[in-house]
């Protein structure tokens, strides 16, 4: 195992870079070397403002990838920027964090894998919440059988995303954000996936805007999707970015033993329980859209011991491109009206 210590370049300045570097500096043996930004003084006050004293800054990519020293680029840009950044990444031999979406469309998606793959780099996709307490409690819960076979699963995304956040004068606009999964539900529905342990093989779904789009969408910021996984359970996503409402992120799984639903289980294999009460078991849950309250130290500790131990993570690129497979087959639902199969990109 290399104990080589580690520099890393943070690509971006913004709200989510902050937290990237805050977890980083936390890892020992990982150093941030360099920052950079469209403005070389916004790296310069990122640095000063995160105390990254030996760190240099730069407002191009290609002259941060030659910095000395650097191993780990971290992707915090605008979602257009994250296919053309991953790929210079990998030409330039470095290990990759991509927030996500990766890719907005499949041709991107395909020329990112393609490149990192004939790059042999590690890559890992900020799917962060499979390190939240409650997805390993529930991980847990599944290995040990206590719901038994699952037949149906469902995660959604409830986070009103308008004036009051910092990412909306961008997220509303098609070009930059997408649409609503990719902006924001993908982290539900790579949590059905993940959690349900099967890929998604069939979608149908639907999606609208409220009658008067008070907070001025260019696409629909609520859809609802249904699916066939193949494993033979069936599961649902449901996304709204412009709901009024706390922040909600329900996780339903049931199978023939019992049910999990968030924080409470409910199982036969429990002869003591009360059939008519839940068991709750205390964790930390998905329920804030703070950057800074994402279990991102959880992801970043695994993916610089897999670099270290010269594993390859369960979120990478190659893994990690079916949920946007799976998110572009939705908008194809959606399109046409009908069920449509999800592709798998070549090379993963």
Not at 304 to 330: M, Q, T, Y
């Amino acid at each position: 195992m290399s104990k080589k210590a580690l520099g890393i370049g943070i690509i971006g300045t913004g709200w989510v870079a902050g937290a990237h570097a805050d977890n980083f500096k936390q890892i020992p043996g990982c150093h941030i070397v360099a920052v950079s930004s469209r403005k070389r003084t916004r790296a310069l006050e990122f640095i000063c403002q995160k105390e990254l004293a030996d760190a240099a800054g730069y407002d191009r990519v290609a002259d941060l990838l030659k910095h000395d020293g650097l191993d780990i680029v971290v992707i915090c840009t605008p979602h257009p920027n994250h296919p053309a950044e991953t790929i210079a990444a990998a030409r330039a031999g470095k290990h990759i964090v991509i927030e996500k979406p990766v890719a907005m469309n499949r041709r991107d998606l395909q020329k990112m894998v393609s490149e990192v793959k004939k790059a042999k780099v590690k890559t890992s996709v900020c799917f962060e919440l499979r390190w939240i307490g409650l997805f390993k409690n529930i991980k847990a819960m599944m290995d040990q059988g206590l719901i038994g076979n699952v037949f149906y699963g469902e995660c959604s995304y409830f986070h009103g995303v308008g004036p009051w956040y910092g990412q909306y004068g961008w997220n509303i606009k098609k070009r930059m954000a997408g649409d609503a999964l990719l902006s924001c539900g993908c982290h539900a529905l790579d949590g059905l996936i993940w959690l349900m342990n099967s890929r998604v093989v069939e979608v149908s779904a639907i999606s609208n805007t409220s009658r008067k789009n008070p907070l001025k969408y260019e696409y629909d910021p609520n859809s609802v999707m249904i699916c066939k996984l193949a494993n033979g359970a069936i599961g649902k996503v449901a996304t709204s970015i412009e709901c009024r409402q706390p922040y909600l992120f329900p996780v339903l799984l049931q199978g023939d033993k019992g049910t999990i639903w968030n924080d409470q289980l409910s199982t036969i294999d429990w002869p003591g329980l009360h059939k008519d009460n839940w068991a709750r078991i205390p964790t930390d849950l998905p329920d804030s859209g703070n950057v800074a309250d994402h279990p991102y130290l959880g992801q970043l500790e695994y993916f610089v011991d897999c670099i270290r131990k010269n594993r390859r993570p369960h979120n990478d690129l190659a893994n990690s491109a079916h949920v946007h497979e799976v998110i572009f087959a939705v908008n194809e639902s959606i399109r046409t009206g009908k069920a449509v199969k999800v592709k798998k990109t070549a090379g993963t």
